[in-house]
């Protein structure tokens, strides 16, 4: 979040500095941005952690425009099965605001986040899944740094999940609410398309959209990304997980994205007795989150 003045005095343009690019991808270490939601990508899905189940993450990640690099990181996210068709969310990241040129850097917690999905269509052969993400978050960052806010601001998203043999289709959007002087609320929505390539194995890519942000934003014009990553799971132990994720603006402000992390899941079925999913184990050869694939009752 840098000051207006700053943007005034590090503006550039971004074509022009290509060495930007590789510290991108070495920076991925954080968080994406704050509307980046589904891990690797940035577009989410309706499904919920089983009851029961749990996931956690450590992961990174960087968004670059032509006046800033932001990262978050280490960041850490869990997610808990709280209830059937009911997951509850929570992220603590770490970040920093590298300005394009001489301007202050600071590294520290930024905003932290807590959230609810709920699922409310289950998915069937011509019907998706349809659920919410609702976001909060937490001005834990520090605004005079430009690490944070200052005030809590909120994410509202619709999002709907269809599977089709090996390929599986995410799609939706939404609206952010930041209720502070200098920001602005704005839409973002996007499509993802995902393919199994086998047991370890998943791909997919994404076009990913969002407005803009407000005049001390890095994010000061609106942006359409399409970006492109998958999930590795780790042989003998598909409960954990490598993801990646890179991309870049296609039209309207010039920016990049980048996403790496580690995913674990786990967790006990009530009736079943088994720990892991419904079968009593986790869920492959389905890869990726396994939230991804997971259908509720």
Known sequence: MTRLRDIILF?????ERPRWW???LMLALTAGRGWAQG?????????????????FYIFGGADGTSIELDT???????????????????????G??????????????????????????????YVPQIGSFTMFEIPTGSYARGLGVGKAWYKVPLWAQKNIGKWLL????????????????????GFLLKYTLGKQLQLGGEVFAHGGEGVISPEYRGSTLIDFGGYYSFPHNPNRQFLFAYGHSVAGLSENYAYVGLYWTWGKDKDKGGAGAPNGGFEPPQVGPVRGFRTWK
């Open 72 to 94: 978050t990181g280490p960041a850490f996210e869990f997610n808990w099965g709280a209830a059937p068709r009911v997951q509850l969310h929570f992220v603590l990241p770490w």
């Open 11 to 15: 503006r550039s343009v971004f074509v």
């Open 39 to 55: 891990p690797p990508f940035q577009t989410d899905d309706p499904v919920p952690v089983d009851p029961h189940h749990y996931e």
């Open 170 to 189: 995410d799609g939706g959007g939404g609206w952010t609410y930041v209720p502070q002087t200098g920001f602005r609320n704005f839409p973002y929505g």
């Open 22 to 24: 590789l510290p991108l």
């Open 96 to 125: 920093s605001i590298l300005p394009v040129g001489n301007g202050p850097s600071s590294f520290g917690l930024i905003d932290s986040e807590i959230g609810a999905k709920i699922a409310f269509i289950k998915e069937s052969k």
